[in-house]
C-alpha cells in the first residue's frame, strides 16, 4: 500500500531559472491604473454622447408641434407648425419634406421670433419642393447661434 501525503512539505519546489518561464511572486496585486484609465475613458465617451444626445432632443424651451401641412403641390407646400420658444425669445426650426417613397424633397430652415411676453408662436411657412410631397415635418427647433 502506497501511502498518499495531504499535506504540502513547507518549502517550495526549486525549479531551473529559465526553464519553466516566469513565476509569479506570492501575495503581488495586478496594478488598478488599467481598469481606472478604462473607467475615465468609458465616463468622457458616455458624457459626451448624453451632451450631444441633451442639444439634439432634449431642450424642453424650443418645442415644435405641426399643426397641419396643405396646398400640396409638385413644387410647393406650406407647413403650419407651433412652436414654443422662451419669453419673447426666437428659434431657429429645421423644416423637411418628403415625398410618399421617403425622399426628402424639400430641407429649409427659418427663424421663429416670439413677441415680449409671448411663449408660443404660430407659423406658416411656405418650402419650394424639388417634387410633390407626401408630408411635411419640423426636425427641430434649437436656439439662434
Do not use: W
Not at 432632443?57 to 405641426?66: F, L, M, R
Not at 420658444?85 to 430641407?107: F, H, T, Y
Not at 427659418?110 to 406658416?124: K, N, S, W
Request: glycine fraction near 6%; hydrophobic fraction near 35%.
Amino acid at each position: 500500500m502506497s501511502e498518499t501525503h495531504t499535506t504540502v512539505a513547507p518549502e517550495a519546489p526549486v525549479f531551473p531559472a529559465g526553464r519553466y518561464g516566469r513565476r509569479r511572486e506570492p501575495g503581488r496585486r495586478r496594478s488598478k491604473v488599467p481598469a481606472i484609465a478604462a473607467l475615465v475613458v468609458l465616463l468622457a465617451a458616455l458624457s459626451v454622447i448624453s451632451v450631444r444626445l441633451y442639444r439634439q432632443y432634449g431642450d424642453p424651451n424650443y418645442d415644435a408641434q405641426v399643426i397641419t401641412y396643405t396646398d400640396i403641390t409638385d413644387n410647393q407646400l406650406r407647413l403650419d407648425f407651433r412652436v414654443t420658444v422662451p419669453s419673447g425669445g426666437s428659434a431657429v426650426c429645421l423644416l423637411r419634406a418628403r415625398d410618399r417613397a421617403g425622399n426628402e424633397v424639400a430641407r429649409e430652415q427659418t427663424t421663429v421670433t416670439a413677441a415680449p411676453g409671448q411663449r408660443h408662436v404660430t407659423v406658416q411657412h411656405r418650402m419650394t419642393t424639388t417634387g410633390r410631397a407626401f408630408i411635411g415635418e419640423v426636425l427641430r427647433c434649437r436656439p439662434p447661434a
